[in-house]
């Protein structure tokens, strides 16, 4: 597609995609939910084929030397197809929010004024590598009633044109538009530029991916972004804790997978514990090896008990603090006790999910309260900030914005609120 063509076909897709939403806004319960246990059906129905095209995608990722973790993120297994599949049926047995009206209540005038749930209307979303991430996006926007365009990255473009069609098919099946679930056929990136400078079509813009893609499209993007930049993610081991279970949980956060952004990052000791915890959780980071950039108290510690794999003790820097490594690399500061971790954090962070652990009931209110990032836990593995382990049905992405949604952004987070009155021939008199 030349420039023009790429223009005309996003602005085609955004008006499309604005007609559908007026017939999504408007579908009953009873017909979204038919549409996403139907997509169930086809995803199972389908699992061979889908890997046909999903190989295609790997096979070009592979030639073009994308490094193996990268490959391994675009993967259609037969389990993640079950997963996408499973999660579109807990979306569909969850109650309805369309129309649902809150807080009712009587004035003195005599009306009564409340405020009624609503969708968004048209949301875009633009996301890098994994594939399942169609099916989450478009399952999320048909049971909030929205319509959606997706604009999946290029290394995932078969299997994603073959997820989007047994969408399409699904919302047709039931009743509903095609076009309520749209995807970027191109892998031109004018299309991304055109489509995050359509207010008239689209109501908010989603990103999903690197910090440089997120960077861009919050820089450029001529309507409201619902994002994060970083996952630089913290946990606070206080004195007092458990500290067989805080080396249980403080090595879940980092080790359970290194990729995802609720991956711990950063790892703050209480002094009074320092000595007690940072050789036992050394032992297992060194044993997995991982790196660790340590301020001089907490090198000190480490340096008796990791002594096979000195390499893996590295000097901190400033920059150490604030970095989303994404690896298996994490920094290790001593400090104080609360009130330095949560100081800390508060500077450092990315604002996206920090925990505490501690049997200090007074510590972990504090840490709840000042902490100021979208998730904030107690007693918890960071890597428990997702729409799913929350309760959500799925996620569309992890928000660390303050207005509207905060943290994981699931059904709540794609729909708004507008104020209802209702009366019985009141006026008003002054």
């Given amino acids: 597609m030349n420039a023009l063509n790429v223009s005309e076909y996003v602005q085609t897709?955004?008006?499309?995609?604005?007609?559908?939403?007026?017939?999504?806004?408007?579908?009953?319960?009873?017909?979204?939910?038919?549409?996403?246990?139907?997509?169930?059906?086809l995803l199972r129905a389908n699992v061979q084929a889908l890997q046909a095209d999903n190989a295609k995608?790997?096979?070009?990722?592979?030639?073009?030397?994308?490094?193996?973790?990268?490959?391994?993120?675009?993967?259609?297994?037969?389990?993640?197809?079950?997963?996408?599949?499973?999660?579109?049926?807990?979306?569909?047995?969850?109650?309805?929010?369309?129309?649902?009206?809150?807080?009712?209540?009587?004035?003195?005038?005599?009306i009564r004024v409340g405020q009624m749930r609503v969708p968004l209307g048209v949301f875009g979303m633009i996301f890098?590598?994994?594939?399942?991430?169609?099916?989450?996006?478009?399952?999320?926007?048909?049971?909030?009633?929205n319509a959606c365009i997706l604009r999946g990255g290029s290394e995932a473009i078969e299997s994603n044109k073959a997820l989007a069609r047994l969408v399409q098919r699904a919302l047709v099946d039931s009743g509903l538009p095609a076009d309520a679930v749209q995807l970027v056929q191109t892998t031109d990136r004018e299309a991304i530029g055109q489509l995050i400078a359509m207010p008239e079509y689209v109501d908010v813009i989603i990103p999903r991916g690197g910090k440089g893609l997120i960077e861009r499209i919050?820089?450029?993007?001529?309507?409201?972004?619902?994002?994060?930049?970083?996952?630089?993610?913290?946990?606070?081991?206080?004195?007092?804790?458990?500290?067989a279970m805080a080396v249980k949980v403080a090595d879940n956060a980092k080790t359970n997978k290194y990729?995802?952004?609720?991956?711990?990052?950063?790892?703050?000791?209480?002094?009074?514990?320092?000595?007690?915890?940072?050789?036992?959780?050394?032992?297992?980071f060194a044993a997995k090896g991982v790196e660790m950039r340590c301020d001089p108290e907490a090198k000190a510690i480490l340096a008796q008990s990791v002594r096979p794999v000195q390499a893996l003790l590295q000097d901190a820097t400033e920059q150490d603090w604030s970095e989303e490594y994404l690896a298996p690399i994490i920094s290790i500061k001593v400090v104080d006790g609360v009130d330095e971790a949560i100081a800390h954090i508060n500077r450092y962070s990315s604002h996206h999910t920090d925990a505490i652990?501690?049997?200090?009931?007074?510590?972990?209110?504090?840490?709840?309260?000042?902490?100021?990032?979208?998730?904030?836990?107690?007693?918890?593995?960071?890597?428990?900030?997702?729409?799913?382990?929350?309760?959500?049905?799925?996620?569309?992405?992890?928000?660390?914005?303050?207005?509207?949604?905060?943290?994981p952004v699931g059904l709540e987070g794609l729909t708004s609120l507008k104020?209802?009155?209702?009366?019985d021939g009141e006026i008003r008199s002054s």
Wanted: proline share 4%; with cysteine; glycine share 8%.
């Fill in 13 to 41: 897709l955004g008006v499309q995609a604005r007609m559908a939403s007026a017939r999504m806004a408007k579908a009953d319960a009873a017909t979204k939910n038919k549409a996403l246990r139907r997509l169930a059906e």
């Fill in 57 to 110: 995608d790997l096979e070009r990722a592979t030639a073009a030397g994308l490094a193996a973790p990268l490959v391994d993120r675009l993967k259609l297994t037969p389990k993640i197809i079950e997963t996408v599949a499973q999660g579109c049926e807990q979306l569909a047995a969850m109650p309805e929010l369309i129309g649902e009206i809150s807080g009712l209540k009587q004035q003195p005038s005599g």
């Fill in 128 to 145: 890098e590598s994994r594939p399942n991430v169609t099916i989450e996006a478009a399952s999320l926007s048909i049971k909030s009633g």
């Fill in 218 to 243: 919050s820089r450029e993007a001529k309507m409201p972004v619902i994002k994060h930049l970083d996952g630089n993610c913290h946990v606070y081991v206080d004195d007092p804790c458990d500290i």
């Fill in 259 to 284: 990729s995802p952004c609720n991956a711990s990052e950063g790892l703050l000791v209480a002094r009074g514990v320092a000595a007690d915890f940072l050789p036992k959780i050394g032992a297992i």
């Fill in 357 to 407: 652990l501690t049997r200090d009931h007074m510590h972990a209110q504090r840490f709840l309260r000042e902490v100021d990032s979208a998730s904030v836990m107690v007693n918890a593995s960071t890597r428990f900030a997702d729409g799913f382990e929350y309760g959500l049905g799925a996620e569309i992405g992890i928000s660390t914005d303050k207005f509207h949604a905060r943290g």
């Fill in 419 to 423: 104020w209802v009155v209702l009366g």
